[in-house]
């Protein structure tokens, strides 16, 4: 779940904006997994340019920055951070016992508390070498132990499911029901849903279902898809692809959702590229898909 990146000069001045609060509603954010090749500091200093002023911190990245100048870079420049990804994989599959992975999610957990970030998104792990019940046993543990942590700390666990296609290589949880079972199971207020648009979209009956998940979301995440793509890193914009991607925000909005509109793209095309046009469209992009009534959204 690492990877190096290659060093940039840091720069120190950015352009500062204050936020443009247009209601009560949700707050932009952008991940950086959108922004793949570009280092943590031109993720921050390009997010700023564009207008974005908050971010979902991906650990290899910061890692790889430093911590500590990380979190000096955040303050100075006053942004917000939505989440921190991801942490997680208690079933082995990474290839780190399962103590070495609870004690290092605990260690995500304090920085994520000091980056005052609102959750630490994690995943289960594919089920590896056990069986179903002992895979959702480990998950369901590990998450009980970390919980309180969390509390402490006040940050959420955010679990999150993804499409079956990513069953060998990220979780085991492939479904809303899967994902919300064993929130339940867990029983503690710091361990809810990332809540990923992209993943859960074609899940049955959805729109009448968001009423009920609002209490368990912790983050939402989204991204759309081109019609009769396959590829795992095509992602496009929300609303420029083929899910029913505005009116999940929209349910979600009507239905009291507030927290962080994570936009979260796997794409060559956003990866390569060095033109801010398309980061500057998130903001637009953002205002036109969210449109339920008396809950316009705000730009963090």
């Not at 942490?87 to 957990?109: C, K, N, P």
């Not at 793509?229 to 991607?245: F, K």
Request: glycine share 6%; net charge negative; charged share 20%.
């Amino acid at each position: 779940m690492s990877q190096t990146f290659s060093a940039a000069a840091i720069q120190t001045q950015s352009r500062q904006q204050s936020p443009e609060i247009l209601d009560d509603g949700p707050r932009l954010s952008v991940n950086q997994v959108t922004t793949l090749r570009w280092n943590f500091a031109d993720d921050l200093l390009r997010y700023r340019e564009a207008g974005i002023n908050a971010m979902g911190v991906w650990l290899p990245k910061l890692v790889e920055f430093g911590e500590e100048r990380a979190e000096v870079l955040l303050q100075e420049h006053n942004l917000s951070v939505s989440s921190v990804s991801w942490a997680g994989g208690f079933t082995g599959a990474f290839g780190h016992e399962l103590d070495d992975v609870v004690a290092e999610t605990r260690d995500w957990i304090r920085l994520a508390g000091r980056l005052r970030a609102e959750t630490l998104v994690v995943v289960s792990g594919p089920v590896n070498r056990h069986i179903n019940k002992h895979a959702r046993r480990l998950v369901v543990d590990s998450l009980k132990e970390l919980a309180d942590d969390a509390a402490e700390h006040n940050v959420t666990l955010s679990l999150q499911p993804m499409r079956r296609e990513f069953k060998d290589s990220w979780t085991f949880l492939n479904t809303l029901d899967a994902a919300v079972a064993l929130i339940d199971e867990v029983q503690h207020p710091c361990v809810q849903l990332a809540f990923d648009a992209y993943h859960l979209a074609r899940e049955p009956g959805l729109h009448d279902r968001l009423p009920e998940l609002i209490s368990q979301i912790g983050i939402v995440q989204v991204s759309d898809s081109v019609a009769g793509s396959t590829a795992e890193y095509g992602r496009v914009l929300p609303g420029e692809g083929c899910l029913p991607i505005a009116a999940i925000l929209n349910g979600l909005i009507e239905a009291g959702y507030r927290g962080y509109i994570d936009y979260q793209l796997w794409s060559e095309a956003s990866w390569q590229s060095n033109d801010l046009s398309w980061l500057k469209r998130c903001r637009e992009n953002f205002q036109r898909l969210c449109v339920a009534p008396r809950c316009q959204s705000a730009i963090a």
